[in-house]
């Protein structure tokens, strides 16, 4: 039973090895490293190179591909494209994989058609309660917020993942979150309560956004992924509405706090008006809208609302 690890790198030359080690080093075999070099500009296929006499070494099968740039969507799709594995897993360039924790999932795994593990974030560990993580039939309960896991954690069968669709290239942000929920729609969790990897954050994280600006661009594409979640997870049987409204009205309601803090407060209250327009749950927005009337009331004296950690816009981060 072969499984795959899928490694996306863009411009991560000194990054990679370090990712690609944590792989090596795993006790399973049969073992298929594929990495998609989406279109680096650095020296990353020199590095490849250099990678692959160690993977002989390691007897891991090594697969190195290069394309034109498409984002991390897009280089998932062609590392699952290209994977021989009876399971899938995921690492980012920057992160590492924790000795073992391959074959401890695939034993964890039981009969699910996926596992999730906690991940590390420095000395924290993601999620924070380990009975969070998403286990069962947990489609509502991540869209409730009450469960979550990391992509870099999931080790997903092959069959369970070709079920779920591909990666939405259309989403520069917030697609392994859209595609989670897909899975989520379509196959049982089994939850190992260990950290298997660990989150490195880098200055040119895809995922990281500073500023209300770039953190307003942001919003735009998550609020298109609560569209997208109704229309391709509604019609699943598991799917609960009232769940998807719960997800869709926290959305939009952090939407709306970015609009405040950037003092677009009639932005703010069109966006809001969306919301209900959306089918989002109608008790979260009305706190929201005391929000936005917070916000028209310290602007008649030239104030605006602040965010509660950050004095500074351009200290906020997402």
């Known amino acids: 039973m072969r499984v795959s690890v899928i490694i996306p790198t863009f411009n ?41 006499r160690k993977a002989d070494e390691a007897d891991v099968r090594l697969l190195a591909i290069r394309q034109p740039n498409k984002g991390d969507a897009g280089a998932r799709n062609a590392g699952i494209d290209a994977s021989t594995g009876d399971w899938i897993a995921f690492l980012d360039d920057d992160d590492t994989r924790r000795p073992g924790t391959l074959t401890a999932q695939l034993d964890a795994a039981g009969s699910a058609g996926v596992c999730c593990a906690l991940v590390a974030k420095g000395d924290r560990a993601m999620p924070a309660a380990p009975r969070t993580l998403m286990t069962g039939n947990c489609a509502a309960a991540f869209l409730r917020g009450e469960m979550s896991c990391a992509i870099t954690s999931l080790l997903v069968r092959r069959d369970v993942a070709a079920a779920t669709g591909r990666f939405d290239t259309s989403l520069p942000v917030g697609s392994d979150m859209e595609w989670i929920a897909r899975l989520a729609h379509y196959a049982d969790f089994a939850a190992l309560p260990e950290i298997v990897a660990d989150y490195n954050r880098t200055e040119n994280a895809l995922s990281r956004f500073s500023g209300l600006d770039q953190l307003i661009a942001r919003d735009a594409h998550d609020l298109r992924v609560v569209g997208l979640i109704l229309e391709r997870c509604g019609g699943s049987p598991r799917f609960e509405h009232a769940a998807w ?73 997402g």
């Open 12 to 52: 991560r030359a000194a990054l990679l090895a370090r990712a690609v080690d944590s792989v090596l080093d795993q006790d399973w075999r049969p073992l298929e490293l594929v990495i998609i070099d989406d279109g680096s500009s650095d020296e990353t296929p020199s590095v490849l190179d250099a990678l692959g």
């Open 245 to 317: 409204s719960i997800f869709a009205a926290r959305t939009y309601d952090r939407c709306v706090k970015h609009l405040l803090y950037a003092g677009q407060i009639a932005e703010a209250a069109r966006l809001l008006q969306a919301g209900h327009k959306e089918g989002a749950d109608v008790d979260i927005l009305r706190r929201t809208g005391r929000k936005v009337r917070h916000a028209k009331l310290l602007a008649l004296v030239g104030r605006r609302v602040r965010h509660p950690k950050f004095r500074d816009a351009s200290d906020i981060q």
